[in-house]
């Protein structure tokens, strides 16, 4: 889709669409949020919606890196720890692991 000729009041309304979407444990879609409307927020000509849709690309990239921080560090202290947590670890698991019960 190209935004440029898109009217302002629309994407003021996709990029709070994604922004709140964003919510339903979608992190992704803040980053796409974030890239997809960096330029129409801080290098296009000025317009009324301008302002807005800034607010909702600066939320979006913050709210990225700080969901893929998290996903990130999960990920690894799962994977470095599982063995010490045990029983725990596997009961949270989606695979369990073949050996004695």
């Not at 444990?25 to 949020?33: E, G, Q, R």
Request: aromatic share 20%; proline share 5%.
């Amino acid at each position: 889709m190209d935004l440029s000729k898109m009217p302002n009041q629309r994407k003021l309304f996709l990029c709070k669409c994604y922004f709140f979407a964003g919510f339903a444990m979608l992190p992704f879609l803040w980053a796409v949020n974030s890239i997809w409307f960096a330029k129409q927020a801080f290098l296009a000509p000025h317009f009324e919606e301008q302002k807005q849709i800034k607010k909702y690309v600066i939320l979006s990239g913050i709210g990225a890196l700080l969901s893929f921080s998290i996903y990130i560090t999960w990920i690894i202290l799962f994977q470095t720890q599982r063995a010490a947590w045990g029983e725990f670890a596997d009961s949270i698991s989606y695979i369990y692991p073949f050996g004695i019960p």
